[in-house]
């Protein structure tokens, strides 16, 4: 591992060393390459041995799960403790959490998995500490809290942020808008719908030859970096949705705080004083994107207690029934729609029809 680990820091000495301009780009994008291979060799070693997956044993259960990542001491454990009613050991000295404590909390009819981390320190992302095991659980999460101490916030997101990134995490992203595909001949064909300021084919070639691949056709539809494309090679990226929780705020003034309120993808609170977790629990609930479904049996009125809870990417009838049960679809007729999604209260809709938050459903089967 130790060889794995000194490549890479001879490339990031390298990088550092080497001026940033237009004749020495074609050289740094290959060393990007070579960062990118090697780091992945890093997460998932060639022998396919246990370091993948993920590093602590923890079910996933409810509708969405939520990672607390954070320096030791910043208070993670103490907001789960009373977001969830867990407790998670709570010290003054760090790494008082040694492996993932699980806890779960119901908020508008979701059930949400919250999982407090171990500390995650400096050169996580190449095995310092139990760092590969923390970002292994943390890349399947559905939202990912940063916690930070409010006195120190900017240094502490940065290191977190570039260890995340070193594992493939990319956070408040979207996956590059770049169109790539394998042939098995006709060379490199490269299509730029916008201009490029960094690549060009001579770039593209290059970063895909460290690769083996010389054949492919490559579709850039905005001004894209050599980081976005390698991102699209490589194929692993987790893109999620971050906040920033800036915790013990009891510790600053009004007029700090007003600051901090301007930083996007932020809260502010004190996990202690229990100050501001209105304030996240909404913002928790716009970044996982979640929307609720009320089943209603026929003749009777809807069930207002239970919801069926669906990703807003995977919002369709379909969806719905696979989520209450994988059978239902196989005798499905139709169903009846009350809500914003449609035009008529009720409308009957096919397994295609999109369902919008807190609309009813009512199941037709096939007799």
């Known amino acids: 591992m130790s060889t794995i680990l000194e490549k890479i820091a001879a490339i990031e000495a390298e990088m550092a060393r080497t001026q940033k301009n237009k ?7 290959l060393l990007k390459a070579r960062l990118a291979k090697l780091r992945r060799e890093l997460i998932t070693p060639k022998g396919g041995g246990g370091a ?3 590093g602590f044993d923890v079910a996933k259960t409810g509708d969405a799960r939520i990672g607390f990542v954070g320096f030791p001491s910043v208070g993670k454990s103490t907001l789960l403790t009373n977001l969830a009613g867990v407790y998670s050991e709570v010290a003054d000295y760090e790494f008082t959490t040694l492996t993932t404590v699980p806890g779960c909390i119901k908020y508008k009819g979701a059930k949400i998995q919250l999982l407090d981390l171990p500390g995650i320190i400096e050169g996580a992302k190449d095995g310092k500490g139990r760092g590969r095991q923390v970002v292994a659980v943390a890349r399947t999460c559905s939202l990912i809290f940063i ?22 995490l990319r956070l408040n992203k979207k996956p590059p808008n770049i169109g790539f595909r394998k042939r098995d001949k006709g060379g490199i064909n ?3 719908l916008v201009q490029q300021s960094e690549l060009d084919l001579e770039m593209v070639r290059s970063i895909l030859s460290e690769y083996k691949i010389f054949n492919a056709d ?3 539809r905005y001004d894209a970096s050599t980081d976005d494309l390698i991102d699209v090679i490589e194929g692993n990226r987790v893109y999620v949705p971050c906040i920033y929780i800036l915790n013990k705020i009891d510790q600053i003034s009004v007029e700090e705080l007003n600051i901090i309120y301007k930083i996007p993808h932020c809260v502010p609170l004190s996990a202690h004083h229990k100050w501001n977790f209105d304030d996240l629990l909404e913002k928790m609930w716009d970044y996982l994107q979640l929307i609720r479904i009320y089943t209603k049996p026929k003749g009777q009125l809807p069930d207002y207690e239970a919801p069926v809870v669906l990703q807003n990417d995977k919002c369709n009838v379909e969806d719905f029934c696979n989520k209450l049960h994988r059978s239902i679809i196989k005798e499905f007729k139709y169903a009846l729609v009350w809500g914003s999604s449609v035009k008529h209260q009720p409308q009957k809709v096919g397994k295609d029809h999109f369902l919008h938050d807190e609309d009813v459903v009512q199941i037709v089967k096939r007799v």
């Open 52 to 54: 993948a997956g993920e």
């Open 190 to 192: 490269l299509q730029c």
């Open 147 to 168: 916690v930070l101490d409010v006195l120190k916030p900017l240094q502490h997101k940065r290191i977190i942020e570039r260890e995340l990134e070193g594992f493939g």
């Open 23 to 29: 004749a020495t780009a074609g050289h740094l994008g």
């Open 218 to 220: 490559v579709t850039l």
